[in-house]
């Protein structure tokens, strides 16, 4: 599994920079840049799901379904980096985070 470090802070399931929801989807089927990515789990916390979008701790690793098939990451739809960052300080909504890591295969 990938180990993700998350700057999302404004996301429900942001703790301490981890993720805690145990996987994730990332968008970006056309995606030929970072910016072209988003992760679409994403929730923002005034979204009322502040307690019950935990699914526990956060934890340093998660399953990444990713449709950003352009990037050397991707196999099959799975994120096979051993780390990935994804960033969005202050994002409100999923396009306004991105896959720092992609790497275009391109
Ligand atoms: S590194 Fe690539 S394959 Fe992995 S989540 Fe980011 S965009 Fe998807």
Known sequence: MTI???????CAYNEDML????????MGESAHSAEETCCGSFR????GTMNSAKNGCGCETIQIDCKACGCTYN???KCTAASISVD???ARKCDETKCSTFQCEC
Do not use: F, V
């Not at 993700?4 to 404004?10: D, G, I």
């Not at 993720?19 to 990332?26: A, L, N, T, V």
């Open 44 to 47: 923002e916390k005034s979204q």
């Open 19 to 26: 993720c805690s929801r145990g996987e994730i989807d990332m």
């Open 75 to 77: 196999d099959k739809c």
């Open 4 to 10: 993700l470090k998350c700057s999302a802070t404004t």
């Open 88 to 90: 969005g300080n202050d």
